[in-house]
């Protein structure tokens, strides 16, 4: 089995736990060829955190979930010092991000302080206690899931944090008919809790990764399409309903998304409509709308529409 074609696999081996969320699943494979964190956001019920778990079980990665909660302190995720009795001596004991594939399971029911515990290991992928920086393993990536800002006992994840965030995907309620294929599963003896049972198994390992990722950054992107993507971003910051639009960090995320998704899909150059496919879940959780565009509801996604049927796509 080539690179590409386990990297593909991934997609049928998750779909052995997870009904539809097809856009969902290739977002996740894209974050993991571009060394990218993902945020994915739901109402509770759709099979977020199963999502993610089914394509732990499909990959030979060390991985560990933490629970976020609102009384998780910052050293329950990175690590602290612990006394040894018998040395007389401070150790170091690493926390749960010490891993290859971290869920961090509806990471805005824990306050701020304990949520910007992760930013350093999300954007230098390193942990710094008592003054000294510890790395982390490679690949380190880290997949996080929250319920939307409106639901009661959530906190808003700071801007800065959101931006080291490759990719935002939205896991919607299934239709009618992958409901009910759904319930036909657990009709049938489905056990979420056993995926093996289901039959994921591990499709791709870390050296596979590690090829792929070296193949993505060979796809060639032309003057033309990295001017689009900058278009696209600029046009971002002058709308009067954004109080806050991408950043340069989200046009570089744009980029490493569409070569991804370019190589995933067989070719070894982007075209502007691989900018189009990977533009709303590489942007909408960087741009920050005004209250009052908020009151009259306008959403990020909205903006982009309009923004990428605006903008000259070249030819």
Known sequence: MSTRDALVALRAEVGK????????????????????????????????????????AALDLETTRIQFTPDLMPGDVTGSLVYDSHSSEFSFREGPVFTNLLLADEINRTPPKTQSALLEAMEERQVSVDGR????????????????????????????????????????????????????RHANGFDPRDLTAAGVRPVANAAQLAEARAAVAGVTVSPEV???????????????????GASPRGATALLAATRAWAWLAGRDYATPDDVKSLARPALRHRLEL???AELEGVTTDGVLDRLLASVPVPR
């Open 17 to 56: 736990a997870v009904v539809g969320n097809d856009a969902a699943v290739t977002g996740l494979i894209i974050a993991l060829l571009c060394r990218g964190h993902v945020l994915v956001e739901g109402v509770p019920g759709v099979a977020k955190t199963l999502l993610v778990r089914a394509l732990a």
């Open 133 to 184: 920086a510890r790395a982390l393993p490679d690949p380190f990536i880290v997949i996080a899931t929250q319920n939307p800002v409106e639901y009661e006992g959530t906190y808003s994840l700071p801007e800065a944090q959101l931006d080291r965030f490759l990719l935002k995907l939205t896991v919607p309620v299934p239709s009618r008919e992958d409901e009910i294929g759904i319930l036909s």
């Open 226 to 244: 990295l001017g689009y993507i900058v278009d696209l971003c600029r046009a971002t910051r002058s709308l009067p309903s954004v109080r806050l």
């Open 290 to 292: 005004r209250p009052e």
